[in-house]
């Protein structure tokens, strides 16, 4: 009896502007044999995010690629691809990168560029919106529920399918920091789920809508 035929790893870039502690959850994740992938690359805009620091302990080629050093967002996109070619990477993972995706680049990942959001889109997205800003707004506006979203990125902020959404209370005596606190439990849980779905090969785009097939089950050839 053979065993069932298995995915090779999904070569995984993770993109990040700041601490990168969800870049943490993904590698933890890995590291725990829950998602079949392999961080191949990390890109951040900033040489100091504290992301590269997690790649230097896990080993992982970064690429630290800024904007403002490239003359339209046409040319940082090339840039950008030229890298993610470079390293065969097939998914890009964002994980707090500030920058918007260059259009070239969307299109060449077009449906392979996943984001997470601390609020559930379409609610409390769009330019400007992140980190604690959204947490601000939605206690601003009263709502009694926020959470987290995993989302396809395409042309506009906080726009593409939706993948994965998970609900969380916002509580009387919450602050930002409180309610952050708990979206991030949340985040650090979705964003591995999702990516796995991913390199199984689960995940069916149709326009705006997701759908995800159900785990295969084990077979054996004779």
Excluded at 2 to 25: K, M
Excluded at 47 to 74: F, M
Excluded at 140 to 147: A, I, L, P
């Amino acid at each position: 009896m053979s065993q069932p035929a298995t995915r090779p790893p999904l070569r995984l870039a993770v993109f990040a502007s700041g601490g990168g502690t969800n870049f943490q959850a993904i590698l933890d994740a890995i590291e725990a044999g829950r998602l079949p992938a392999r961080v191949v690359l990390c890109v951040s805009d900033r040489p100091t995010a504290g992301a590269l620091e997690r790649t230097r302990r896990h080993g992982i080629p970064t690429a630290v690629l800024a904007p403002k050093d490239y003359p339209s967002p046409e040319a940082f996109g090339e840039a950008l691809l030229e890298v993610l070619r470079a390293h065969d990477v097939e998914l890009v993972a964002l994980a707090g990168y500030l920058k918007k995706i260059p259009d070239n680049v969307v299109a060449a990942y077009r449906n392979r560029i996943l984001n997470i959001h601390p609020s559930l889109l379409p609610a409390f997205g769009g330019p400007g919106m992140y980190g604690r800003r959204v947490h601000e707004a939605v206690l601003n506006y009263g709502v009694r529920w926020t959470g987290a979203t995993v989302h396809l990125v395409d042309e506009e902020y906080d726009h593409g399918p939706i993948v994965l959404q998970e609900p969380v209370p916002v509580l009387p005596d919450d602050t930002p920091e409180t309610l952050a606190a708990r979206v991030l439990e949340v985040e650090h849980r979705l964003y591995p789920e999702a990516l796995r779905l991913f390199a199984e090969g689960r995940v069916v785009v149709d326009g705006r809508r997701v759908r995800i097939l159900p785990e295969a089950p084990e077979t054996h050839n004779p």
